[in-house]
């Protein structure tokens, strides 16, 4: 229990750095919370991006106003979790413990956006 507060809290400090970026032409911090591959809604289709400069390629897609309202208005006491991971919102962002290079699951990072 006690590595999934540490999991919900971690995740929830991160969360804003995704949509800060918005409007910038390098989200390369935003970039690094990811977990590549992907999977995001793009044009309208489900779809994995594969890297980051992929990611980069289609931000203004990914991110979108309604993924940036999504994580703003979000309060920690209303964040919902489940096997999968941490929703914000009604699913436009999940985020989840991944594997790091230690073979450990101690790395936290969006694992799927929705738009």
Known sequence: MRRFIQTVAVLWLIAPVLIAQRGSSAPYQTMTLIAYPISVSLQGKKRKITSREEFEAHYAEIVTDNVAKA?????????????????????ELWFSATKGPSGKFDQYRVIAINN
């Open 71 to 91: 994580v703003q208005n979000q309060s920690y006491e209303d964040l919902s979790a489940n096997y999968k991971g941490v929703m914000i919102g009604s699913g």
